[in-house]
């Protein structure tokens, strides 16, 4: 995938969605087909809880794992969306849910990584969520 320097720690790699990468320990939206990409980040946001945006919070080496509080319905929409059009929560990384929620963290003002500010961004999806990081804004 083609990675677009925005500035000297933070990167894009394009896809769809696009990924946010900063120092290599802060990811944000590694989905689609970034989400096979091999990055150990410490930290994975997600800056809304479809399931393009996620598959990055399923990462076995993140840490932490944020989603923005206001999105936690979709993981159950989703989880039963999923089942409806064949996937398997039991056979497939992408839908498993039950996996993270209790390793999940809900985004709200107070994030606790320094280098990270959350703007709120209602309206894609009740808690659709950008971040500041460093000089670059990344809305998803």
């Known amino acids: 995938m083609p990675t677009i320097k925005l500035t ?3 990167s894009v790699i394009s896809g769809s969605p696009n990924t946010l990468v900063f120092d290599n320990r802060i990811i944000v939206d ?3 087909k970034n989400s096979s990409i091999d990055i150990n980040a ?8 479809h399931a393009d945006h996620i598959a990055g919070l399923f990462k076995k080496d993140a840490k ?9 319905w979709t993981l159950n929409i989703i989880g039963r969306r999923a089942l409806v059009y064949g996937f398997s929560s039991k056979n497939s990384d992408i839908f498993m849910y039950d996996y993270i929620k209790d390793n999940l963290e809900f985004l709200d003002n107070n ?14 999806t009740p808690g659709h969520s950008g971040y ?3 000089d670059v804004l990344y809305a998803g």
């Not at 410490?42 to 809880?49: K, S």
């Open 8 to 10: 000297k720690d933070v």
């Open 30 to 32: 590694q989905g689609g």
């Open 42 to 49: 410490e930290v994975q946001l997600a800056t809304h809880g």
């Open 64 to 72: 932490i794992r944020y989603l923005p509080i206001e999105d936690y």
């Open 111 to 124: 994030i606790r990584i320094s280098e990270v500010e959350v703007i709120k961004l209602p309206g894609h």
């Open 132 to 134: 500041i990081i460093g």
